[in-house]
């Protein structure tokens, strides 16, 4: 029951959010606040409410770059997400790993630039939910997570490792934000409903993400060993 009650939550902090949608934000790339105020919320509810650090554009663009009559024709602020500090510095904890696919393989998403730096599908894992998130549902790529008979989730991987012990999982090719966890993890890492649903809304609204279907379509998929593949939020399922 406290399961269903976080997804209830999250559908109705999110209905409201796109009833509401301010078309004065715009999302900023990645990494790039990675210089400054590196505080953070807990992932969880950043992920929630959709954003880790906004910035009113005019503290955003370089000072003296924008007349104000610039500025007006401009969004007020833009959404960035600030390069963790453990990343920064190659020192703290990693708590969880995430990554954004489809619910089934599918061979004409598999990104060649993957392949290219020697890592095989299903190998890429971020410590960024928002970075899988964009993964999860990528238009870029046409229908990409957003089509019900395939949709895209996100998975979630509990590591609670210092980052200083993870340099087996990484490598200087593939970025600073990306990780490359052993099979055995990989194998084990379930379906975050949670992060899954939210993403699902945002990107898609409550008209068009069908989401009770969808959640219907996580329920019944099983891993290799005919087990349920997703959990609510915490392993095991449990909230």
Known sequence: MAGAGILKLAARTLAKKLARKKKNIVQGNYWESSIGDQSRLPEGIEFLRGYARRQPME????????TPEDLAALPTHVDTIP?????????GKI???????????????????GLTQGKKPGEWWSAEPFEAAHYAVRPSKGIMGSDINNPGVIRRMSMNKNIEDMGSMRSPSTGMTHFHPPQDKMDSAKISM????????R????????????????????????NRDYMLYNSGGKV
């Open 83 to 91: 390069l963790r500090n453990t990343i920064k510095t190659g020192k």
């Open 203 to 226: 990107e898609m609204g409550l008209k068009d993400s069908q989401i009770f279907k969808y959640i219907g379509q996580i329920m019944k998929k099983k891993d290799a060993a005919g």
């Open 59 to 66: 503290s955003y663009m370089a000072k003296g770059n924008l």
């Open 194 to 201: 949670f992060y899954s649903v939210v993403n699902r809304l």
């Open 95 to 113: 708590k969880n790993l995430f990554r954004g696919e489809t619910l089934f393989p599918d061979e004409q998403y598999i990104s060649k630039t």
